[in-house]
């Protein structure tokens, strides 16, 4: 499994990329290779601002359905348009085209808290 250097993870399986004060967010391989065949993701807090792992939406898969958790404090301010037509895309490119949100972070040294990629790796036993 593949697990890039350059982002941050959570032990509920999401990953970051901080670019300034705004964070990529998504689930990790891991996550969507557990969860199956993605079949729709439910963001209904664009616009609003949330603490550290509150639930931000959802994903739902063939067989369930799994609440997704901001990894830091923030305001969501954009969802993957793509992902509305195309929400596979998660499970082709969990870490490129099927990222799930942006925010705003409300303060960039938390992401440092986050797990790195070899913690991560452990963590999933990889």
Request: charged share 25%.
């Given at each position: 499994m593949?697990?890039?250097?350059?982002?941050?993870?959570t032990?509920?399986?999401?990953?970051?990329?901080?670019?300034?004060?705004?964070?990529t967010?998504?689930?990790?391989?891991?996550?969507?290779?557990?969860?199956?065949?993605?079949?729709?993701v439910?963001?209904?807090?664009?616009?609003?601002?949330?603490?550290?792992?509150?639930?931000?939406?959802?994903?739902?898969?063939?067989?369930?359905?799994?609440?997704?958790?901001?990894?830091?404090?923030?305001?969501?301010?954009?969802?993957n348009?793509?992902?509305?037509?195309?929400p596979?895309l998660?499970?082709?490119?969990?870490?490129?085209?099927?990222?799930?949100?942006?925010m705003?972070?409300?303060?960039?040294?938390?992401?440092?808290?986050?797990?790195?990629?070899?913690?991560?790796?452990?963590?999933?036993g990889?």
């Amino acid at each position: 499994m593949n697990f890039p250097d350059n982002l941050r993870y959570t032990k509920d399986h999401e990953w970051v990329l901080l670019e300034g004060n705004v964070a990529t967010i998504g689930i990790t391989e891991f996550a969507q290779r557990e969860l199956g065949d993605i079949v729709y993701v439910d963001v209904p807090t664009v616009g609003k601002t949330l603490g550290a792992e509150e639930v931000f939406g959802t994903v739902e898969a063939v067989k369930t359905v799994s609440d997704l958790f901001l990894p830091v404090a923030g305001s969501i301010s954009e969802l993957n348009a793509e992902l509305d037509g195309s929400p596979d895309l998660v499970n082709t490119d969990p870490y490129g085209d099927g990222w799930m949100i942006k925010m705003t972070v409300s303060n960039p040294a938390d992401v440092n808290e986050l797990l790195d990629a070899a913690a991560y790796k452990q963590l999933v036993g990889e």
